[in-house]
T-cell receptor, first 114, second 109 residues
């Protein structure tokens, strides 16, 4: 099956710093990637939809200036959490959509902001 | 009313049992239905993908969709300890996936 990777798998940072998370589709090209956030014992909540070569579409309530998304190629999307605060601590998961519209998820990135 | 309702459990069964997991939904626009398995601290893994009402079988897993009742199910036969995970139902209309909360399943040896 299709493989999606994320880097890093976990990161700890100080409050006020920025963190970049990478999402890569390893064996297929993805014109569309998605970024989700998952809090403990909660479901995945879609943050934004990332289309290659265009601006991301953010879900209601998600601050676009805080969560910067770049989808510069058909295999790479990045999420940058700017000026991170403890309430941003969460599990961030990306997914990539293949030509059949099936979404494949990455392994997730656990962010802890001290 | 939430778009997708899923009992979070937890659900604990003995090895070899038949497991039934369910979700209900309210949005008639949902056309595609999926079940994902998520192990602790990992990303979701696609298990089953269905489009129409009816049953779809893949090994020990059977997905069932009843669009008239807005109800979907996942059955796991001969459950194994390695099936212990959180199972998430997901649904899609145009492009956006909407997930249930997930049901935590434990299969005891």
């Amino acid at each position: 099956g299709a493989v999606v990777s994320q880097h890093p798998s976990w990161v700890i940072c100080k409050s006020g710093t920025s963190v970049k998370i990478e999402c890569r589709s390893l064996d297929f090209q993805a014109t569309t990637m998605f970024w989700y956030r998952q809090f403990p014992k909660q479901s995945l909540m879609l943050m934004a939809t990332s289309n290659e070569g265009s601006k991301a579409t953010y879900e209601q309530g998600v601050e676009k200036d805080k969560f910067l998304i770049n989808h510069a190629s058909l295999t790479l999307s990045t999420l940058t959490v700017t000026s991170a605060h403890p309430e941003d601590s969460s599990f961030y998961i990306c997914s990539a959509k293949d030509l059949t519209d099936t979404q494949y998820f990455g392994p997730g990135t656990r962010l802890t902001v001290l | 009313q939430k778009e997708v309702e899923q009992d979070p459990g937890p659900l604990s069964v003995p090895e070899g049992a038949i497991v039934s997991l369910n979700c209900t939904y309210s949005n008639s626009a949902f056309q595609y239905f999926m079940w994902y398995r998520q192990y602790s601290r990992k990303g979701p893994e696609l298990l089953m993908y269905t489009y129409s009402s009816g049953n779809k079988e893949d090994g020990r897993f059977t997905a069932q969709v009843d669009k008239s009742s807005k109800y979907i199910s996942l059955f796991i036969r001969d459950s194994q300890p390695s099936d212990s995970a959180t199972y998430l139902c997901a649904m899609r209309g145009n492009y956006k996936l909407t997930f249930g909360k997930g049901t935590l399943l434990t299969v005891n040896p």
